[in-house]
């Protein structure tokens, strides 16, 4: 074959490439299917009034926080977003007003845990009625962290995050033992600011049907496990990893908390599920 022709060969190929690369990079995925008009958050199925006159809080965690929260300051029309995002170290970092905080990954440390801890915080401080915006994407759990009280402790917490990576579990088993060990994962995140309307959008990593995996669901409402909880069992059937795109919208009200929230903590009237997805 002609030199010539293997280097346009070449080029076509990383071409096709790094093309398909930036058609499914999280900052394309949110511009393609969220737009703000007139005080409105605008996505797939869903519309969202922020008019109100605090600025929406935004809480990003994930290896993918930093170029999603870029994509909705983006969006967004200035001054009416401020927030943190959680990322593993190497990351790009979003600009401001958004702050970075860095934890680790896969294995939280002392600065996951001190994100953790500040994920919580900026939780309880949000005022009834404040519109709360959560991005979560694979690597969630590790970097922002949070032993549940009376449970667990921070370095035990850790080990049990090793112990279970290297296991052998699926992910969706791997999630059940961590999630009700934490502190923030479960809902427990959510029932932190029971009067404020949040919504989840979802940057996944994990087979398409179990979209509680993502970061442990920080914001999904877990049922306590019951005794089948506990089992493991390989998956019927076999799922494909795929990238892809969902949304959680929940109407925040007055509840109280609760170590495993039930439903009902959230005072939630409706809770929708949408799949956002790029044509592969």
Known sequence: ???????????????????ALADCSPSHLLHSQLR??????????????????????????????????????EIFPENRLSGVAV????ARRPPAPIRTLLGNH?????????????????????????????????????VAASPLSGWI??????????????????IREINVVRRHFSGIKGGRLAAMAPGAPQLTLLLSDVPVDCPESVGEAPRFLIHP?????????????????CLHLCAVVSSGQAGRRHSNPPPHAFGARSFGLWQIRRPW
């Open 36 to 73: 703000f008009e007139s005080g409105t958050l605008v996505g797939p199925e869903f519309r969202i009034s922020l008019k109100g006159e605090e600025e929406t809080l935004l809480l990003a965690m994930g290896k993918a926080a930093g170029s999603m929260a870029r994509a909705m300051l």
């Open 225 to 241: 496990p019951g005794p089948s909880a506990w089992r493991f069992w390989p998956p019927p059937g076999s799922s494909v990893s």
């Open 106 to 142: 896969p294995i939280p440390d002392a600065n996951s845990f001190r994100a953790g801890s500040f994920l919580l915080k900026s939780m309880k401080r949000a005022k009834p009625g404040r519109a709360i915006i959560h991005l979560i994407s694979g690597g969630a759990s590790a």
């Open 1 to 19: 074959m002609r030199k010539g022709l293997c280097t346009e060969l070449r080029h076509d190929a990383l071409e096709i490439f790094t093309g």
């Open 87 to 90: 990322l593993p170290r190497g």
């Open 153 to 170: 402790s921070r370095s035990d917490k850790a080990l049990l995050h090793r112990l279970l990576i290297s296991s052998g579990l699926g």
